[in-house]
């Protein structure tokens, strides 16, 4: 078999409040997904981190390696990546082509905060200024998304309502999540009596402010074969990714060339040679609504302008049935980012995590696709549409 790059052990921490540092909980993640892996901190060769809100330091995957005792040593690859809630992807995407370039066999991803467990002022005031300049009232970063879906919402037709069936589908759906915030599912009506927090925004539509990390491990089949007992079966290939990006904040014109997950996507499925017909399940970025009806259309589940009407059906059969099968609508079937948590950078690595789970048949019987997917896309979206990247994980040409 030719040399693949493999999730080989992935590994979280609860999500919630927490009351530990970001860098504590980036340590339990990491350890986490070695013992899944079957591996040791000193087998690692590469560490890739993502900064952390709560207490943002220079280098962050190097103080990270430091604590760790992963530095100083000499074949010790080490990175911080920021593309903000792309960074997970954009992470996955560095650390497959370090393996396939040769620098090493074994890379480890990271992504943690505790957000949750800071001061709200505090939060909101640092939030507010990772779109400095953007002349966007507080809290800044619900606005940029709001004013998106307002635009979305006059130049497609998507209403007020179709927003709101987002959180309340993945409502039900992080029900049968055991570590999901959100316990209990709620319709359209409670979401729309949530307070506002933008004009077309409320509280239950906002990505939902968390403490946790987590963690995955990549290795070359070839490496991994040769040192370490899990079986390949266990552990899905990274088939390819793709990235892209926006502007750091919605323009004063909005229009169709701000998004960037269409390029992003496109080049993922390009270099795998797929297309979204080849992909089972779905893992897309929705800190608000529109980003996952936008990330619908980028990825081609339904054309331009048609996400609102997407969702509304799988609202209406859920409805009528009083549940979806996770196969009548294979998407972020851990919750998403209003229902299972949103420790600000970390939650792509989430979908990354139920990923992992469904392709290996790991995700339990309430939320287990039947029959097993073979492929699924990830995608994480960073700042307000600053930052795309994709991945297809699974089955394919390497
Ligand atoms: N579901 C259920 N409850 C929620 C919720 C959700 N999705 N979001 C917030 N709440 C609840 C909180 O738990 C809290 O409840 P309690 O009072 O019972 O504790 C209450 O609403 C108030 O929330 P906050 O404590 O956060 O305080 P607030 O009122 O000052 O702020 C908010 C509310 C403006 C919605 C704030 O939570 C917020 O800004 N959320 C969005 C966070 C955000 O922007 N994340 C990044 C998204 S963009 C991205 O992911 C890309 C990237 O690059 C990072």
Same mark, same amino acid.
């Given at each position: 078999? /030719?040399?693949?790059? +493999?999730?080989?052990?992935?590994?979280?921490?609860?999500?919630?409040?927490?009351?530990?540092?970001?860098?504590?909980?980036?340590?339990?993640?990491?350890? +986490?997904?070695?013992?899944?892996?079957?591996?040791?901190?000193?087998?690692?060769?590469?560490?890739?981190?993502?900064?952390?809100?709560?207490? $943002?330091?220079?280098? #962050? /995957?190097?103080?990270?390696?430091? +604590?760790?005792? =992963?530095?100083?040593?000499?074949?010790?690859?080490?990175?911080?990546?920021?593309?903000? !809630?792309?960074?997970?992807?954009?992470?996955?995407?560095? /650390?497959?082509?370090?393996?396939?370039?040769?620098?090493?066999?074994?890379?480890?991803?990271?992504?943690?905060?505790?957000?949750?467990?800071?001061?709200?002022?505090? *939060?909101?005031?640092?939030?507010?200024?990772?779109?400095? !300049?953007?002349?966007? $009232?507080?809290?800044?970063?619900?606005?940029?998304?709001?004013? %998106?879906? #307002?635009?979305?919402?006059?130049?497609?037709? &998507?209403?007020?309502?179709?927003?709101?069936?987002?959180?309340?589908?993945?409502?039900? *759906?992080?029900?049968? @999540?055991?570590?999901?915030?959100?316990?209990?599912?709620?319709?359209?009506?409670?979401?729309?009596?949530?307070?506002? &927090?933008?004009?077309?925004?409320?509280?239950?539509?906002?990505?939902?402010? /968390?403490?946790?990390?987590?963690?995955?491990?990549?290795?070359?089949?070839?490496?991994?074969?040769? @040192?370490?007992?899990?079986?390949?079966?266990?552990?899905?290939?990274?088939?390819?990714?793709?990235?892209?990006? !926006?502007? =750091?904040?919605?323009?004063?014109?909005?229009?169709?060339?701000?998004?960037?997950?269409?390029?992003?996507?496109? %080049?993922?499925?390009?270099?795998?040679?797929?297309?979204?017909?080849?992909?089972?399940?779905?893992?897309?970025?929705?800190?608000?609504?529109?980003?996952?009806? +936008?990330? =619908?259309?980028?990825?081609?589940?339904?054309?331009?302008?048609?996400?609102?009407?997407?969702?509304?059906?799988?609202?209406?059969?859920?409805?009528?049935?009083?549940?979806?099968?996770?196969?009548?609508?294979?998407?972020?079937? @851990?919750?998403?980012?209003?229902?299972?948590?949103?420790?600000?950078? &970390?939650?792509?690595?989430?979908?990354?995590?139920?990923?992992?789970? #469904?392709?290996?048949?790991?995700?339990?019987?309430?939320? #287990?696709?039947?029959?097993? $997917?073979?492929?699924?896309?990830?995608?994480?979206?960073?700042?307000? *549409?600053?930052?795309?990247?994709?991945?297809?994980?699974?089955?394919? &040409?390497?």
């Amino acid at each position: 078999m /030719a040399t693949s790059v +493999r999730i080989v052990g992935v590994g979280a921490t609860p999500v919630g409040r927490l009351g530990r540092s970001a860098e504590e909980l980036a340590e339990a993640a990491l350890d +986490r997904a070695l013992a899944d892996a079957g591996m040791a901190r000193g087998d690692l060769q590469g560490l890739i981190a993502v900064p952390s809100l709560s207490n $943002p330091t220079f280098m #962050q /995957a190097h103080q990270l390696a430091t +604590r760790m005792g =992963l530095l100083p040593r000499k074949r010790m690859i080490v990175r911080t990546i920021d593309t903000g !809630g792309a960074g997970p992807i954009t992470s996955l995407g560095t /650390a497959r082509n370090m393996i396939l370039s040769g620098w090493t066999d074994t890379v480890a991803v990271v992504a943690s905060d505790a957000v949750l467990s800071m001061d709200r002022e505090a *939060f909101r005031a640092r939030a507010d200024e990772s779109v400095r !300049g953007s002349g966007l $009232p507080s809290p800044a970063i619900p606005h940029g998304y709001d004013r %998106i879906a #307002q635009w979305h919402m006059r130049r497609h037709g &998507v209403t007020r309502e179709q927003l709101a069936m987002v959180p309340a589908i993945f409502s039900h *759906f992080a029900a049968r @999540h055991p570590d999901a915030m959100c316990r209990r599912p709620f319709g359209v009506a409670e979401v729309l009596a949530s307070p506002r &927090v933008a004009p077309v925004t409320n509280v239950l539509e906002c990505a939902r402010r /968390a403490d946790g990390a987590a963690a995955l491990v990549v290795a070359s089949s070839s490496h991994f074969r040769r @040192h370490f007992q899990k079986p390949l079966e266990l552990c899905p290939a990274i088939v390819s990714t793709g990235e892209a990006s !926006g502007p =750091l904040y919605p323009p004063a014109e909005i229009d169709e060339d701000l998004f960037s997950c269409e390029r992003a996507a496109r %080049i993922a499925f390009e270099t795998a040679q797929l297309s979204v017909r080849d992909i089972d399940f779905f893992a897309l970025y929705d800190c608000f609504p529109i980003c996952f009806l +936008r990330a =619908l259309e980028a990825v081609g589940c339904c054309p331009v302008g048609g996400a609102g009407e997407f969702v509304e059906r799988a609202w209406r059969k859920l409805s009528t049935h009083g549940a979806l099968a996770p196969a009548e609508f294979p998407f972020n079937l @851990h919750g998403g980012l209003a229902c299972f948590g949103a420790p600000w950078e &970390v939650p792509a690595m989430y979908g990354v995590l139920e990923a992992v789970a #469904q392709l290996t048949g790991r995700a339990g019987p309430d939320r #287990q696709i039947a029959p097993k $997917p073979r492929r699924a896309l990830v995608y994480g979206n960073g700042g307000i *549409f600053s930052a795309s990247a994709v991945a297809v994980l699974g089955d394919g &040409v390497y």
